[in-house]
Nanobody
Framework: QVQLVESGGGLVQAGGSLRLSCAASGRTFSSYAMGWFRQAPGKEREFVAAISWSGHSTYYADSVKGRFTISRDNAKNTVYLQMNSLKPEDTAVYYC???????????????WGQGTQVTVSS
């Protein structure tokens, strides 16, 4: 069992930066790949980024490539999402999730956090 708690969301102006954190409980965190997803009002949940259990492999949605960076610290049981050059279209609730592999599909993730709101003003 893995419990996930996101933090770091907030209100930021376009062009600004935020860093989201996802703290995991449980001794098996380092066994899981981690992903970030987001859901804007009236839209479906979408993949943002994922990272392998070792941190050596990362994957990004085209819409955030070059602006967002996913990383993890297995000693701290935490995964991060550094978001730079934010745009109003990045506004959404951001969720972290855990899976055996860094899948693109959210349906393949086993554990989810409660989400953190990110709002980017123009």
């Amino acid at each position: 069992q893995v419990q996930l708690v996101e933090s770091g969301g907030g209100l930021v102006q376009a062009g600004g930066s935020l860093r989201l954190s996802c703290a995991a409980s449980g001794r098996t965190f380092s066994s899981y790949a981690m992903g970030w997803f987001r859901q804007a009002p009236g839209k479906e949940r979408e993949f943002v980024a994922a990272i392998s259990w070792s941190g050596h492999s990362t994957y990004y949605a085209d819409s955030v490539k070059g602006r967002f960076t996913i990383s993890r610290d297995n000693a701290k049981n935490t995964v991060y999402l550094q978001m730079n050059s934010l745009k109003p279209e990045d506004t959404a609730v951001y969720y972290c999730a855990a899976a055996l592999k860094p899948y693109y599909s959210g349906s393949l993730y086993d554990y989810w956090g409660q989400g953190t709101q990110v709002t980017v003003s123009s």
